[in-house]
Antibody, heavy 120, light 107 residues
Framework: EVQLVETGGGLIQPGGSLRLSCAAS????????MGWVRQAPGKGLDWVSV???????YYADSVKGRFTISRDNSKNTLYLQINSLRVEDTAVYYC??????????????WGKGTTVTVSS | SYELTQPLSVSVALGQTASIPCGGN??????VHWYQQKPGQAPVLVIY???NRPFGIPERFSGSNSGNTATLTISRAQAGDEADYYC??????????FGGGTKLTVL
């Protein structure tokens, strides 16, 4: 069964750091493009970052310089390192498999999400 | 940057047809994808590339794309279809773009 399981969320003070993990099963992370989407409480979906199967990486402007996406092929796991956390980073963070078609990427598998709360 | 516009809410009577629009400049030139999100759950892909249904999604869900508006259509609406629906496209400058989401209420 194709599945994604996120871990690593929690309550963290502003300025702190966290590393989110997304363990995949049923498919190989290294052979796929993978991304992170977040959702602030009561708000819509917000694209965060993607790592393409070939290694190229994209970040949303709101997280550029603070977030780092990576993967460990041996563990079949995707990561999101979040530094210099801000209150506005409070959200549920979802990882997703990204399907790449001709100029039309979309997410076909989603994890259940992990909650990050930034508060003093 | 490319923007997608969705109404905050749409209502439909039980058993009737719901249409959820997603507006964007010349959106017909892009492929549109749709996600359903029920409270407390992760999003689920219900339509990809304008009008294709993933395995397991009922035929009641369909999509179209024309001009400046893409539309998700839900036929014979059921109480279980109540959810937030998001449209999404890919843009070369900003990568993935989501619409603001539409809350569907089944009356």
């Amino acid at each position: 069964e194709v599945q994604l399981v996120e871990t690593g969320g929690g309550l963290i003070q502003p300025g702190g750091s966290l590393r989110l993990s997304c363990a995949a099963s049923g498919f190989t992370v290294s052979s796929n493009s993978m991304g992170w989407v977040r959702q602030a409480p009561g708000k819509g979906l917000d694209w965060v970052s993607v790592i393409y199967s070939g290694g190229a990486i994209y970040y949303a402007d709101s997280v550029k310089g603070r977030f780092t996406i990576s993967r460990d092929n041996s563990k079949n796991t995707l990561y999101l390192q979040i530094n210099s956390l801000r209150v506005e980073d409070t959200a549920v963070y979802y990882c997703a498999r990204v399907r790449i078609t001709s100029s039309s990427n979309y997410m076909d598998v989603w994890g259940k999400g992990t909650t990050v709360t930034v508060s003093s | 940057s490319y923007e997608l516009t969705q109404p905050l809410s749409v209502s439909v009577a039980l058993g009737q047809t719901a249409s959820i629009p997603c507006g964007g400049n010349n959106i017909v030139s892009k492929k549109v994808h749709w996600y359903q999100q029920k409270p407390g759950q992760a999003p689920v892909l219900v339509i990809y590339r304008d009008s294709n249904r993933p395995f397991g999604i009922p035929e009641r869900f369909s999509g179209s794309n024309s001009g400046n508006t893409a539309t998700l259509t839900i036929s014979r609406a059921q109480a279980g279809d109540e959810a937030d629906y998001y449209c999404q496209v890919w843009d070369s400058s900003t990568d993935v773009v989501f619409g603001g989401g539409t809350k569907l209420t089944v009356l």
